[in-house]
């Protein structure tokens, strides 16, 4: 049995990373989270004052900056030059500036590399925004998972409550829809459905359904 590569991209808060972590353990691969590796990248600009949209400086700290995923329960730990940045990366202030950092050439280059490498093997599930395109071109399986804005609003609304968070619902659609905005709509590696993705809605699907059709088209590649 071949160890597949599977890419899994999508707009913001559509699922992805929740169930490309079931798909993964389902099958014994490894789960990659690109969206943590850029924002990893945007929490260290910040710490060293480095500007958002700098894309030489940005490339420079690249060059030196350690990042490394450490498993863990319920969610994979992130590591910056040795400090846990899990938590720190989640926040608003990342959330909402991430955007101008991945639309920097230098950064796109530099952490498609690192995925690249990390996928090398297959066994391997992968989320972000340009694995099937860009990333992993040649990955079996690849799913573009959708869902409505308001769908998607709604469920981060539901996980900022349970984490004690008090954004309004219609703030999260409004960052939502900006951040697929810019996400679509920069010059490198946009987001956006490869030729050969399949397309998934989950708008009306649960967690579980949802996995179980990425499993259905996993059997049927195999
Ligand atoms: O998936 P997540 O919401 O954590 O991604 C955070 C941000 O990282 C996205 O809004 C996008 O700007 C960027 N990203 C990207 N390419 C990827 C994964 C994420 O540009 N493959």
Redesign the pocket.
Same mark, same amino acid.
């Given at each position: 049995q071949t160890k597949m590569q599977i890419a899994i991209d999508g707009p913001?808060?559509a699922g +992805? @990373?929740t169930v490309a972590k079931l798909v993964a353990k389902k099958l014994n691969y490894i789960y990659c %989270?690109? &969206?943590?590796m850029? *924002?990893a990248t945007t929490w260290k600009a910040l710490q060293m004052g480095v500007s958002l949209d700098d894309d030489q400086a940005l490339g420079k700290m690249l060059e030196t900056m350690e990042l490394s995923f450490k498993p863990n329960e319920p969610e994979q730990l992130v590591f910056v030059d040795g400090t846990d940045v899990t938590t720190a990366i989640r926040l608003p202030e990342i959330?909402n500036n $991430? @955007?101008l950092v @991945?639309a920097q050439p230098s950064v #796109?280059k530099n952490l498609t590399e690192r995925q690249q490498q990390i996928a090398s093997e297959g066994g391997i599930v992968m %989320? &972000? #925004? %340009?694995?099937g395109t860009t $990333?992993l071109p040649n990955a079996q399986v690849k799913i573009f998972l959708v869902a409505s804005v308001h769908e998607r609003a709604l469920r981060r609304f539901k996980e900022n409550q349970a984490k004690g968070i008090d954004t309004p619902l219609a703030k999260l659609e409004a960052e939502i829809k900006a *951040?697929d905005y +810019? %996400?679509s709509h920069r010059e490198v @590696?946009p987001l956006i459905k490869a030729d050969d993705a399949i397309l998934l809605d989950t708008t009306s699907l649960d967690i579980a359904q949802a996995t179980d059709e990425i499993m259905k088209i996993v059997k049927n590649t195999e």
């Open positions: 913001a808060s +992805k @990373s %989270d690109t &969206g943590a850029y *924002r959330t $991430v @955007s @991945s #796109r %989320d &972000g #925004r %340009d694995i $990333v *951040r +810019k %996400d @590696s």
